[in-house]
């Protein structure tokens, strides 16, 4: 009786260490499910569809402003006979469930991971602007436009951006530089950071709405684009939708408070 008390609060403690730890794993592996990213987005999803269906509905008859990387991945779909307005948004909500049955996971999705996700996010998009601050003191930077509807539209962007260079980008270049033509893993993965990073600077200057090209904005945007892919990499396409959109919120209320 004597020894088992005396043993039992040192199994409790080895117990609530093993815990945490599985409790940290256990997140960061929810956090990696397709069916949990998609509770993550899905209701950003809607609110950019409701957003941009609002703003295109401006009695001055403006045209309809679209994310340049929604637009561009709407007419690759229509290359292929597919059309709609929801399509883009459609096609997210099918990959995310095709890849969730491909892995088998359990049909259980996870809220309170997702608003997990949403804190961690928004913590993880503070990097990003310190870098930001940091090239400013030695780079000028643009302070770039207004935008109607700026926060609707940042939504857009960390989703459809995220989807076109890191999740189908990644895919598509570690297929060709890893299967096809045998990099080794480490240079494929250096590569691959590389070329979607400096893409995702120069497709910034595609946007009629961008501001006059300067090395400066082109040197920030790469060093995002670093930064999203290791994001990516380490903690999955979900949280890193999810910090772009955070951080392109905080760039909208710096600069409506200034």
């Not at 290359?79 to 469930?97: H, N, S």
């Not at 890849?99 to 990003?128: K, N, Y």
């Not at 200057?205 to 090209?213: D, I, N, R, V």
């Not at 979900?238 to 909208?252: E, K, L, N, R, S």
Request: proline share 5%; glycine share 8%; net charge positive.
């Amino acid at each position: 009786m004597t020894r088992a008390l005396v043993q039992r609060p040192a199994a409790h403690k080895g117990a609530g260490h093993r815990s945490l730890g599985d409790a940290l794993v256990g997140y960061h592996d929810r956090s990696m499910m397709p069916l949990t990213v998609l509770v993550l987005l899905l209701p950003l999803i809607i609110v950019y569809e409701v957003g941009t269906a609002l703003m295109a509905a401006d009695p001055a008859g403006n045209p309809e402003m679209r994310v340049l990387a929604f637009s561009l991945f709407r007419h690759f779909m229509e290359m292929f006979g597919a059309t709609g307005r929801y399509l883009p948004a459609m096609a997210v909500v099918a990959i995310l469930l095709t890849w969730h049955i491909a892995r088998r996971d359990p049909w259980q999705p996870h809220v309170g991971t997702a608003m997990l996700m949403a804190v961690e996010s928004a913590l993880l998009a503070f990097p990003l602007l310190a870098i930001g601050n940091l090239l400013g003191h030695y780079l000028p930077l643009a302070d770039g436009i207004a935008l109607r509807g700026g926060m609707v539209l940042a939504i857009g962007a960390g989703i459809y951006e995220e989807l076109v260079f890191r999740l189908i980008g990644f895919t598509v270049l570690n297929i060709v530089l890893g299967d096809l033509l045998r990099v080794r893993k480490a240079a494929a993965v250096t590569l691959i950071i590389v070329i979607t990073s400096v893409m995702f600077a120069a497709y910034h200057h595609l946007s009629p709405y961008s501001p006059p090209f300067r090395w400066s904005d082109a040197i920030f945007r790469t060093a995002a684009g670093v930064y999203f892919a290791a994001l990516f990499l380490c903690r999955g396409f979900g949280i890193t939708a999810a910090v772009h959109i955070a951080y392109d919120f905080y760039y909208f209320l710096i600069r409506g408070a200034v």
